[in-house]
């Protein structure tokens, strides 16, 4: 059987006689390995392998697209003609670069990993351990939602006939995740809550602190009740923080604003946030989820500020973007197999601040601390920054957190909330994605509530 590289050396060879010139292979390869645990037993359990790969190339002018999960002769023939026929219906004024790459490329050390050491096993017992560990917490803990484990690794292949050749594993060492959900109740009050954990190693997640962890996050909303409706003093806690900034991401996108789909078209170098919020965008982040020393297009990452002491610096660029703003690409093309180059963030993140949550609720004094938001979808306008949400979280009275709040809605603006923004905390996480905050204490709010 042909070996990866061969078929890829194949398929541009094939591409360069049939006059698609440039030509150019993505290839993304994955492995993974999940499992839930419900009520003492294991409920799924999954393995898998996969590798795709697209050829794209330019024919007349015009580009084309074509992908395949199969690597044999068949297959070299089919991406051929599917390059072909595309390119023939192509009707964008302005085609796709296939990009020649950059004289040098940072390089990423990969965090150590255990992964390929772990057995199957371990991995089942991980998860009993940890959904058994929450329901032994407390009597209160009646139903466990899930409990569940991941593992993964993967590779981005990019190869053109400009000379590119370029691979890298996604993300860079690997990756494990676990969690659970669960139910308590306590008389007539019901509540809901869970805990999980990224690591780059397995074994240094610890089955019944999370699951002890997610007990009492549950515990804590026991009895909880809406507050009077009005305009309060709030922090938004790291993990709903995460939340409200990948909604709103997309705001960043020169894409997006040159469709109109953003409000910060040609806004570089104005004031759009207050002074002490600093928004990274950072590729190169040690053992951030999407961390590459390339992009989609085989352009080099580099880390950047977006926005630097509130100052917005730059939008995210791929290479199509950023020639129609004259400017250069920052390293954000994204790209799938099968699916069309796009901009996106790599590790994006506010920059942390000094003041841990603690002192941030201290410095606010009376008013609410929102640690979950829902309805992020339909409650959110990515275009106007406009958002309407359901809330959860606690009051704070004396600098203090106290009693669980919920059955409420919080309202404002994205772009109005980042000139607001008082203080940004220093408990930057990123759980298991890309997308990571600290706690901030955004000033005022207008809540709905009873």
């Given at each position: 059987?042909?070996?990866?590289?061969?078929?890829?050396?194949?398929?541009?060879?094939a591409a360069a006689e049939a006059g698609i010139a440039p030509a150019e292979?993505?290839?993304?390869?994955?492995?993974?390995?999940?499992?839930?645990?419900?009520?003492?037993?294991?409920?799924?359990?999954?393995?898998?392998?996969?590798?795709?790969?697209?050829?794209?190339?330019?024919?007349?002018?015009?580009?084309?697209?074509?992908?395949?999960?199969?690597f044999d002769d068949d297959a070299v023939a089919m991406l051929i003609r599917?390059?072909?026929?595309?390119?023939?219906?192509?009707?964008?004024?302005?085609?796709?670069?296939?990009?020649?790459?950059?004289?040098?490329?940072?390089?990423?050390?990969?965090?150590?990993?255990?992964?390929?050491?772990?057995?199957?096993?371990?991995?089942?017992?991980?998860?009993?351990?940890?959904?058994?560990?929450?329901?032994?917490?407390?009597?209160?803990?009646?139903?466990?939602?899930?409990?569940?484990?991941?593992?993964?690794?993967?590779?981005?292949?990019?190869?053109?006939?400009?000379?590119?050749?370029?691979?890298?594993?996604?993300?860079?060492?690997?990756?494990?995740?676990?969690?659970?959900?669960?139910?308590?109740?306590?008389?007539?009050?019901?509540?809901?809550?869970?805990?999980?954990?990224?690591?780059?190693?397995?074994?240094?997640?610890?089955?019944?602190?999370?699951?002890?962890?997610?007990?009492?996050?549950?515990?804590?909303?026991?009895?909880?009740?809406?507050?009077?409706?009005?305009?309060?003093?709030?922090?938004?806690?790291?993990?709903?923080?995460?939340?409200?900034?990948?909604?709103?991401?997309?705001?960043?996108?020169?894409?997006?604003?040159?469709?109109?789909?953003?409000?910060?078209?040609?806004?570089?170098?104005?004031?759009?946030?207050?002074?002490?919020?600093?928004?990274?965008?950072?590729?190169?982040?040690?053992?951030?989820?999407?961390?590459?020393?390339?992009?989609?297009?085989?352009?080099?990452?580099?880390?950047?500020?977006?926005?630097?002491?509130?100052?917005?610096?730059?939008?995210?660029?791929?290479?199509?973007?950023?020639?129609?703003?004259?400017?250069?690409?920052?390293?954000?093309?994204?790209?799938?197999?099968?699916?069309?180059?796009?901009?996106?963030?790599?590790?994006?993140?506010?920059?942390?601040?000094?003041?841990?949550?603690?002192?941030?609720l201290a410095d606010l004094g009376d008013g609410l601390l929102i640690t979950?938001?829902?309805?992020?979808?339909?409650?959110?306008?990515?275009?106007?920054?406009?958002?309407?949400?359901?809330?959860?979280?606690?009051?704070?009275?004396?600098?203090?957190?106290?009693?669980?709040?919920?059955?409420?809605?919080?309202?404002?603006?994205?772009?109005?909330?980042?000139?607001?923004?008082?203080?940004?905390?220093?408990?930057?996480?990123?759980?298991?994605?890309?997308?990571?905050?600290?706690?901030?204490?955004?000033?005022?709010?207008?809540?709905?509530?009873?």
């Amino acid at each position: 059987m042909i070996s990866l590289d061969g078929f890829i050396e194949k398929l541009l060879a094939a591409a360069a006689e049939a006059g698609i010139a440039p030509a150019e292979v993505f290839c993304a390869e994955r492995s993974s390995f999940s499992a839930e645990a419900m009520d003492g037993n294991i409920d799924s359990y999954e393995v898998s392998e996969t590798c795709a790969l697209s050829l794209r190339g330019m024919v007349d002018g015009k580009t084309g697209y074509a992908s395949t999960e199969a690597f044999d002769d068949d297959a070299v023939a089919m991406l051929i003609r599917g390059v072909q026929e595309s390119a023939a219906l192509a009707e964008a004024e302005e085609q796709d670069e296939i990009y020649a790459g950059d004289p040098e490329y940072p390089v990423l050390e990969a965090p150590e990993n255990d992964l390929d050491s772990v057995t199957a096993e371990e991995k089942l017992a991980f998860a009993l351990k940890m959904e058994k560990a929450a329901r032994d917490t407390d009597a209160r803990i009646v139903k466990s939602e899930g409990a569940y484990v991941a593992t993964g690794r993967g590779a981005m292949i990019l190869r053109n006939s400009c000379g590119l050749n370029l691979k890298t594993e996604t993300p860079p060492g690997g990756y494990a995740v676990a969690g659970v959900w669960l139910v308590g109740k306590d008389g007539d009050s019901s509540a809901t809550g869970g805990e999980s954990k990224a690591e780059r190693k397995f074994r240094e997640m610890d089955p019944e602190a999370l699951g002890r962890q997610a007990a009492e996050n549950t515990l804590a909303m026991l009895h909880a009740s809406p507050v009077e409706s009005g305009v309060y003093r709030a922090v938004i806690r790291r993990d709903a923080m995460r939340s409200l900034l990948s909604t709103f991401s997309g705001i960043f996108s020169a894409e997006n604003a040159q469709k109109k789909l953003s409000l910060l078209e040609g806004r570089e170098g104005e004031t759009i946030a207050a002074p002490c919020v600093t928004l990274m965008d950072d590729p190169l982040l040690p053992g951030g989820f999407a961390s590459a020393p390339f992009d989609g297009e085989g352009s080099a990452c580099r880390t950047k500020a977006v926005i630097e002491d509130g100052v917005l610096k730059t939008l995210l660029h791929s290479r199509k973007t950023a020639r129609k703003a004259g400017t250069q690409s920052t390293g954000n093309a994204s790209r799938g197999v099968g699916s069309p180059v796009r901009v996106a963030p790599t590790n994006f993140f506010f920059r942390p601040g000094e003041k841990n949550l603690d002192s941030l609720l201290a410095d606010l004094g009376d008013g609410l601390l929102i640690t979950e938001l829902g309805g992020l979808h339909a409650g959110a306008n990515p275009i106007s920054g406009d958002f309407s949400l359901i809330a959860k979280g606690f009051r704070v009275k004396d600098g203090k957190q106290g009693e669980p709040v919920e059955q409420i809605t919080v309202a404002g603006n994205f772009y109005e909330l980042l000139k607001n923004v008082r203080a940004v905390g220093s408990d930057l996480e990123f759980k298991s994605g890309n997308i990571g905050s600290p706690s901030v204490d955004i000033g005022d709010i207008h809540v709905a509530g009873k």
